[in-house]
């Protein structure tokens, strides 16, 4: 069965500082894994995603995210957070042919 | 390129009643994903359609059901409506089944039940 841990509910950083949005995942078989940002009483906008090569993927409004697959870990970072990256952020997984599975969704506060 | 599309935009109904809503895909994909959003916490899969047929469906009672038609646009139906029921509700669609494409979201249905 497929799973993803997002351990922290509430992320709280101060603008211009790194921010790291944590996920764990759990998948039989090679993991493609995503990232999505969403803005209140929207749909979810994708960010970026792992799905082979290199272990470090640069997505969308300056984010990146560090495939580990011995600590099967998919961790979102940005150098430098803004006001604006304020919003609620999910991590997903799936393996080939299977739907893709959610993570509970962590709340990051940028604080000015 | 139209992104996914969803209607209605907002929902009022009252207990007892049925509501459908409607999914349009993005051309060319034939997968679709429907999920409700509750007060905005997490995504709680519902059903997954792909090539017109039911790949999957999540934890939810019979009166949640849908469909997919020949063209990939897809419907959701909810019977017998409840108060929990009130939701945001997500469809997003993507490639075929097997392909390593991202999930591509429209911008939910707002379903009140008063």
């Known amino acids: 069965a497929q799973s993803v841990a997002q351990p922290e509910d509430q992320v709280n950083v101060a603008e211009g500082n790194p921010l790291t949005v944590k996920c764990t995942y759990s998948?039989?078989?090679?993991?493609?894994l995503f990232w999505y940002v969403q803005y209140p009483n929207r749909g979810l906008q994708f960010l970026l995603k792992?799905?082979?090569?290199?272990?470090l993927v640069k997505g969308s409004y300056g984010f990146e995210a560090e495939f580990n697959k011995s600590q099967t870990s998919f961790h979102l970072k940005k150098p430098s957070a803004l006001v604006s990256d304020s919003a609620l952020y999910f991590c997903?997984?799936?393996?080939?042919?299977?739907?893709?599975?959610f993570g509970p969704g962590t709340r990051l506060s940028v604080l000015p | 390129e139209a992104g996914v599309t969803q209607s209605p935009t907002h929902l009022i109904k009252t207990r007892g009643q049925q509501a459908t809503l409607r999914c349009s895909p993005i051309?060319?994909?034939?997968?679709v994903y429907w999920y409700q959003q509750a007060l905005g916490l997490g995504l709680q899969f519902l059903l997954w359609?792909?090539?017109?047929?039911?790949?999957n469906r999540g934890n939810f009672p019979p009166r949640f059901s849908g469909r997919q038609f020949p063209n990939y646009s897809s419907e959701l139906n909810v019977n017998a409506l409840e108060l929990e029921d009130s939701a945001l509700y997500l469809c997003?669609?993507?490639?075929?089944?097997?392909?390593?494409?991202?999930?591509?979201f429209g911008e939910g249905s707002r379903l009140t039940v008063l």
């Open positions: 998948v039989s078989g090679n993991p493609y």
């Open positions: 997903a997984v799936r393996s080939y042919g299977q739907n893709f599975v």
């Open positions: 359609y792909d090539e017109g047929e039911e790949r």
């Open positions: 997003a669609s993507s490639l075929e089944a097997g392909a390593t494409g991202e999930l591509f």
């Open positions: 051309s060319g994909h034939t997968s």
């Open positions: 792992y799905i082979t090569g290199d272990n």
